[in-house]
């Protein structure tokens, strides 16, 4: 570790010979088992004798098959019982937001959100033609005396929100809050959207929103963080069968929303066979080693990291402006998202913020690099 250590002094003027040290998307890494996993598992599908069949169409929803392997992958984070023809396989979890906002909220609707939320939450809603309105966070996630004050107020549809792990904060909302967020969601009957796509990599967290409430509670959770980006693949739970048939039978001649057939049998191998199970927990196991590289090398930082996250959120010294930060490290490319990009207002005030995404870099040599750049800024500001 000392040695990986050693890089974090490394002078800007090395740092800009260096390629791009992207520290602001957050897809997981890749453990070395994902290739020969992956190569397994294209070679199991390609002795099926219905292979050349499978990609003759592509089913609404997933077929039957891919459905029950949904099932599998979230029984560490719902109960059996909740997922019987409740689920249906989406194109990745903006399609099924889409498919939710345009569903729950409609057109003019207003959708409560956290005030710093999922980057792209804004360009879903204006896709979908509704309105945003953030609440506060504190420490925990959504503050609920906030959301109460935007209920009473707003009359919002819907919440849009991300408690296990949050997008960007890193904060995970503990269970009395999710059950506040819950009774205050059931008195104003508003609708919630629990995007949890970090479950999987935090079986421990406190149980989802959807699993307390699973009558209000439409849960999505994409395998975008858990296993990989290109996958294209989220799972939908709605608080009912009737009522999932009725979202998806609203859209079921638009295909946009469908999953890719072969990639949905692939991640089905995968879970069947275990194989997705072992890279999950291979990508925690490195999450934790990057984190450990966080802590260290940011150390005196105000930063908020959770144990096998894929990010970590850092409040600045006053003196050092998130935006001077993020355009002097991207001059010698590093790059990492302030506050702004997440902020869902972007009129209104926004924390001294930077999100770090840790996970990134195919090379954790280049963690190291990039968390170094980072320090010697913060440090030169105090
Ligand atoms: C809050 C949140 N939801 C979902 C996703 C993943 O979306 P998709 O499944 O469309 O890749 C991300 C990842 O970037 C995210 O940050």
């Given at each position: 570790m000392d040695?990986?250590?050693s890089?974090a002094?490394a002078t800007?003027e090395?740092?800009a010979s260096?390629?791009?040290i992207d520290?602001?998307?957050?897809?997981?890494?890749?453990p070395?088992l994902?290739?020969?996993?992956l190569?397994?598992s294209l070679?199991?599908?390609?002795?099926?004798?219905d292979?050349?069949?499978?990609?003759?169409?592509s089913t609404?929803?997933?077929t039957?098959g891919?459905?029950?392997?949904?099932?599998?992958?979230?029984?560490?984070?719902?109960?059996?019982?909740?997922l019987d023809?409740r689920v249906?396989?989406?194109n990745g979890?903006?399609?099924?937001?889409?498919?939710?906002f345009e569903a729950?909220?409609?057109?003019?609707?207003l959708?409560?959100?956290?005030?710093?939320?999922y980057?792209?939450?804004s360009?879903?809603?204006?896709r979908?033609?509704?309105r945003?309105?953030?609440?506060e966070?504190?420490?925990?996630?959504?503050?609920?005396?906030?959301?109460?004050?935007?209920c009473r107020r707003?009359?919002?549809?819907?919440?849009?929100?991300n408690?296990?792990?949050?997008?960007?904060t890193a904060s995970?909302?503990p269970?009395?809050?999710?059950q506040?967020?819950?009774?205050?969601?059931r008195?104003y009957?508003?609708?919630?959207i629990?995007?949890?796509p970090?479950?999987?990599l935090h079986?421990?967290a406190?149980?989802p929103?959807?699993?307390?409430a699973?009558?209000i509670?439409?849960?999505?959770?994409g395998v975008?963080k858990?296993?990989a980006h290109?996958?294209r693949i989220?799972y939908?739970?709605g608080?009912?069968?009737r009522?999932?048939?009725?979202?998806?039978?609203?859209?079921?001649?638009?295909s946009y929303?469908f999953?890719?057939a072969l990639?949905?049998?692939?991640l089905?191998?995968?879970?069947?066979?275990g194989s997705?199970?072992?890279?999950r927990t291979a990508?925690?196991e490195?999450?934790?080693i990057?984190?450990?590289m966080?802590?260290?090398?940011l150390?005196?930082?105000?930063l908020?990291?959770?144990?096998?996250?894929?990010?970590?959120?850092?409040m600045?010294?006053q003196?050092?402006?998130?935006?001077?930060?993020v355009?002097?490290?991207a001059?010698?490319n590093?790059?990492?998202?302030?506050?702004?990009a997440?902020?869902?207002e972007?009129?209104?005030?926004?924390?001294?913020?930077?999100?770090?995404?840790l996970?990134s870099?195919?090379?954790?040599?280049?963690?190291?690099?990039?968390?170094?750049a980072?320090?010697k800024?913060?440090?030169?500001?105090m």
């Open positions: 040695a990986v250590l890089h002094n800007p090395s740092l260096w390629q791009a520290l602001s998307r957050s897809i997981p890494p890749q070395s994902f290739t020969p996993m190569q397994e070679e199991r599908l390609a002795c099926r004798r292979i050349g069949l499978l990609l003759r169409n609404a929803g997933g039957a891919d459905r029950s392997a949904a099932r599998l992958w979230l029984r560490s984070r719902l109960p059996l019982d909740m023809e249906l396989v989406c979890t903006q399609a099924a937001l889409l498919l939710l729950l909220v409609g057109q003019g609707g959708l409560a959100a956290e005030a710093l939320s980057g792209v939450l360009q879903l809603a204006a979908a033609h509704i945003v309105c953030g609440v966070l504190d420490d925990h996630g959504i503050d609920p005396s906030s959301f109460e004050a935007v707003h009359r919002p549809k819907a919440l849009y929100c408690p296990t792990v949050h997008n960007p995970i909302m269970e009395d809050h999710r506040a967020i819950v009774d205050i969601a008195h009957g508003v609708a919630i629990e995007d949890e970090l479950g999987c079986p421990e406190p149980a929103i959807a699993a307390m699973p009558d509670t439409w849960y999505v959770a975008t858990g296993l290109g996958f989220a939908l739970v608080p009912s069968e009522e999932i048939q009725e979202i998806a039978s609203a859209v079921g001649r638009l929303w999953p890719s990639s949905a049998a692939v089905r191998d995968w879970i069947e066979s997705a199970d072992q890279i990508i925690s490195e999450a934790k990057r984190q450990k966080a802590s260290d090398i150390v005196g930082l105000d908020t990291l959770r144990e096998g996250a894929l990010h970590g959120w850092l600045l010294p003196k050092l402006d998130r935006r001077e930060l355009q002097k490290l001059q010698n590093v790059f990492i998202r302030q506050s702004d997440f902020a869902v972007p009129h209104r005030r926004q924390v001294n913020a930077v999100r770090i995404s996970s870099p195919l090379d954790r040599q280049d963690v190291v690099r990039g968390l170094g980072i320090a800024e913060c440090q030169a500001s």
